[in-house]
């Protein structure tokens, strides 16, 4: 670790010559390139430095100690500057593992976030929307921008499915965990007899991508136009402003029909198209990858259960982790930080192990 250390800030200093170059300077591609590349490089290079810097003071301690012409008085404050410096220099060693730990590249990306509810019906409509508030809620506390791409609303007020983009720096890195089957477990407000029913919600998070990321051939696109629908007359327009578009090498289909501008929701579909194109190709990628190395969170597959939110007992159980927390109703309005810190926590650590 040392040695990845020093060649790194090696590699830092002599980033720090070339930004100070003239000619570099007068380059704004090259310069803009090479100071992200100083700046990624910046925290661990500063962690780096505290490190070395504690460690020197530990062995001038250790080597006062040794020294028969120490007085004991002496002695004792170099013991106590030991009992000190060493649980510091463990916690910066940790540091540091962790901050030389693979990047995500997605990491700094915003999220495309698609819900659609599971198993049990209207109530699953209603969970739907609560997880959408909840992921809104949590946009709002980080001041982060959320736009809906496309919904589909239900008489009850729930959401069939519904497509939103949160468009801010390093929103993936916080939400990525959120892929899975959320499972809720309450009485519907149209039970009678007082059960406790269980619904399901998916929820798919995809990085956003660029366009110049993803190329899509038109040819391959078949795109349909038609008038969107609305719940009890509400939201009908009078015009084909509504999109289908069919990606047929995938058969993947995007609707959007939320504005009324057939142009707008054409722009909405595409970019939902490429972000799940994307995301079929991150999944070959990481199929490649050795299984050892994966993230043991979760596979983020649509599929997999990966929490309850038990109402009659105001919980929330994360199974991954094994983590349950009892402040369900905050964590609904969007305090989810607790469970979203030891998911990142965790899979740090395991990624720890396999280093």
């Known amino acids: 670790m040392l040695e990845k250390l020093s060649f790194l800030r090696e590699k830092y200093n002599d980033l720090t010559q070339q930004v100070s170059n003239p000619d570099v300077i007068a380059n704004h591609e090259k310069f803009t390139k090479l100071m992200q590349e100083q700046a990624q490089l910046q925290p661990i290079i500063d962690v780096y430095n505290k490190y070395e810097t504690v460690d020197s003071q530990i062995k001038e301690a250790e080597e006062l100690l040794q020294d028969p012409e120490t007085d004991e008085d002496f002695k004792e404050l170099c013991n106590d500057d030991l009992k000190e410096l060493k649980p510091q220099l463990a916690e910066l060693e ?23 509810g599971g198993a049990g019906g209207d109530e699953a409509a209603l969970f739907a929307g609560d997880l959408f508030r909840m992921f809104s809620r949590y946009a709002e506390r980080n001041h982060w921008n959320t736009e809906i791409l496309n919904s589909n609303v239900l008489g009850t007020g729930g959401f069939k499915e519904i497509t939103f983009s949160i468009s801010s720096k390093g929103a993936y890195s916080r939400l990525k965990f959120e892929s899975g089957v959320h499972r809720v477990q309450r009485i ?37 136009v038609y008038r969107s629908s609305g719940n009890g007359g509400q939201s009908v327009n009078t015009t084909d402003s509504a ?8 058969g993947i289909v995007i609707t959007c029909q939320d504005e009324k501008s057939q142009l707008k929701n054409k722009d909405k579909a595409l970019k939902v198209l490429k972000a799940r194109l ?8 990481q199929n490649e990858i050795a299984s050892e190395r994966k993230s043991q969170v979760g596979t983020g597959d649509r599929s997999e259960r990966i929490r309850t939110y038990n109402f009659p007992q105001g919980r929330v159980t994360d199974h991954r982790i094994g983590m349950t927390i009892h402040s369900l109703d905050d964590f609904l309005d969007g305090n989810i930080d607790e469970i979203v810190d030891a998911l990142i926590t965790y899979d740090q650590t395991e990624k720890l192990k396999q280093m």
Not at 96 to 112: A, F, M, Q, S, T
Not at 207 to 222: A, K, T
Not at 278 to 285: A, H, P, V
């Open 278 to 285: 994307y995301e079929i190709e991150e999944q070959k990628r």
């Open 243 to 250: 999109v289908r578009i069919t990606h047929l090498p995938t």
């Open 94 to 116: 940790d540091e540091l593992k962790v901050l030389l730990l693979p990047k995500d590249p997605n990491d700094e990306r915003g999220v495309i976030v698609e819900i659609r």
């Open 188 to 224: 519907p407000t149209t039970e009678s007899g007082g059960r406790i029913h269980t619904s399901t919600a998916t929820v798919a998070v995809l990085p956003e991508v660029d366009d110049v990321e993803v190329e899509i051939d038109p040819n391959d696109l078949r795109i349909d």
